[in-house]
């Protein structure tokens, strides 16, 4: 496995699927053709064509939106993976406090539902996060993925034919 970093999308992932987790670790791309991961790339240009968007930060972290400053945003299709989504903007909030000295707030915003979450990094998101950071190395280490386990995610997934066939 080639050297990798702990990423926002590991994180993302991480609660969804560990087997993702170890495909993106180890540059297994999914089908890049699947449209609702195309979707996902461009909501937040659909909904936000103004504002200033993906800014990338030291090839670990993509911020979808800086509303104001002091705020990073994460823009999703949908609230359906909530948890994943808070832990991935809890992660860009502790890249920011630890590697760049910056405390911000979080906003997840999901346009069509017309619905923001604030986010703000506390102890025991951070406990959280960091358990979790934990996993992700160790499902990065393994020699094989995880064993495929079916969840809703499956049926729209950009790695379902190499679980599923």
Known sequence: MSEFKITGTLVWYYYICPRQVWYISHSIAGEQDNEFLELGRHIH??????????????????VDLIPYEG????????????KSATMQLAFYLHYFKYKKGVELQGRLIFPKERKQIEVTLTEDLEKELQEAIEEIEKIARMSE?????????????????????
């Open 145 to 165: 993925p995880p064993a495929p386990v079916w969840n809703a995610f499956c049926k729209n997934c950009a790695y379902k034919s190499l679980c599923w066939v």
């Open 71 to 82: 705020l990073i945003a994460e823009v999703k299709k949908s609230s359906k993976n909530l």
């Open 45 to 62: 240009e659909i909904f936000y064509p103004e504002k200033k968007k993906e800014l990338l930060i030291d090839n670990t972290i993509k």
